[in-house]
């Protein structure tokens, strides 16, 4: 009851805003509410770089309730306003709750006249074969929408498909957090262990190789490391995370962790992102949607701030061992987001 009736005031305080709220606005609709600490990481950085890079009135919109206000505020939205879409990996088939709150989003607020964006998203269509359907479905929705895409597998992919009004090459939104945060790490030069935090994912697009449980058993063979395991992942009913202060409070939460680490280990592209946020070095494997094979080669091919192990190779230790003790540099990544900046003006 008391969950409902939260969700109620936040209908009832978006739709007060949009009719109210003289200036021109961006909608910010998906906004992730459940456990995973990379969406909501996404939805933190979403609201923080539109907010920095616009001067427009920035509104929320939670997920579970982003259809039904997309169809109440609909008379209320102007051309002067911007429509946008949280981005992740979630543009396909498989997340289909997120897909429908999407296409209905865009679908009804298309014929508005005003700016449509989605967010940087990874895309998987073609893995999906036989629903020739329900891409058409999908291609609709987003046919006026200028889309931001994480990789260049989903950039081609997408153009390959014939999505959208453009589709644009950006990083994850999170690495706009890259070099921002205030970082409060002291150097203990007498220790004598390393301390290893290890991410590791363990649902549809995790890898079964074992390649990092490989790693995991070499670094507790080794009294030189010490050990512990986490995840972005959280065991929270979906609707938990519904404001801002849950959100910011749960990312903080997990930067603490990744920053009492000397090196995290994951295969998480959010463990991997916001260990560049806290300014940690990390050895990442790839996933099974190959997100992060593509961001790092898209983003990172330069970087000596990861490791990337690749699943098609095996452990290198003596190479890796040197990359533990070598001397490391933070990327920066502001002038990557130069298109993404220029669409909201």
């Known amino acids: 009851m008391i969950r409902k009736f939260k969700r109620l005031v936040h209908v009832l305080d978006v739709l007060f805003k949009v009719i109210f709220v003289k200036k021109p606005k961006i909608i910010y609709f998906g906004a992730a509410t459940y456990g995973n600490l990379g ?22 919109v939670n997920d579970l309730q982003s259809i039904k206000i997309s169809k109440l505020i609909k008379p209320f939205v102007h051309k002067s306003d911007i429509v946008v879409f949280q981005g992740g990996g979630n543009f396909g088939r498989i997340y289909p709750i997120i897909e429908k709150e999407r296409e209905d989003v865009f679908l009804t607020l298309g014929d508005r006249q005003c700016k449509l964006i989605q967010m940087p998203t990874s895309a998987d269509f073609c893995g999906y074969g036989g629903l020739e359907s329900e891409i058409r479905v999908t291609k609709k929705a987003m046919k006026n929408v200028d889309i931001f895409v994480r990789e260049s597998r ?23 957090m890259v070099g921002h945060l205030q970082i409060d790490k002291t150097n203990n ?3 004598t262990t390393t301390n290893i935090l290890m991410i590791k994912r363990n649902d549809i697009e995790s890898m079964q190789d074992g390649m990092i449980n490989e790693l995991e058993a070499i670094f507790n063979k080794s009294n030189d490391f010490n050990i512990r395991t986490s995840d972005t992942v959280v065991k929270e009913s979906a609707g938990e995370f519904d404001t801002n202060v849950k959100r910011n409070r749960a990312i903080k939460s997990m930067v603490d962790e990744i920053q009492s680490a000397d090196i995290v280990v994951t295969d998480r592209l959010h463990g991997m992102i916001l260990s560049l946020v806290s300014d940690v070095p990390v050895i990442v494997f790839d ?13 990172l091919r330069d970087s ?8 098609d190779s095996s452990l290198n230790l003596s ?10 540099h933070i990327q920066r990544f502001d002038e990557e987001f130069i298109e993404l900046r220029e669409i909201l003006q």
């Not at 979403?46 to 009135?57: A, G």
């Open 154 to 176: 989903s950039q081609n992919e997408l153009n390959k498909l014939s999505f959208g009004k453009s589709v644009t090459l950006v990083p994850d939104i999170v690495f706009s």
């Open 304 to 311: 000596d701030f990861i490791y990337y192990i690749d699943n």
């Open 287 to 299: 996933n099974a949607t190959h997100k992060i094979r593509y961001t790092v080669r898209d983003w």
């Open 189 to 191: 030069l007498t220790k």
């Open 319 to 328: 190479e890796l061992s040197d990359w533990i003790q070598s001397k490391k």
């Open 39 to 60: 969406d909501l990481a996404i939805t933190i950085a979403s609201l923080s770089f539109l907010s920095e890079n616009s001067d427009k009135y920035v509104l929320c």
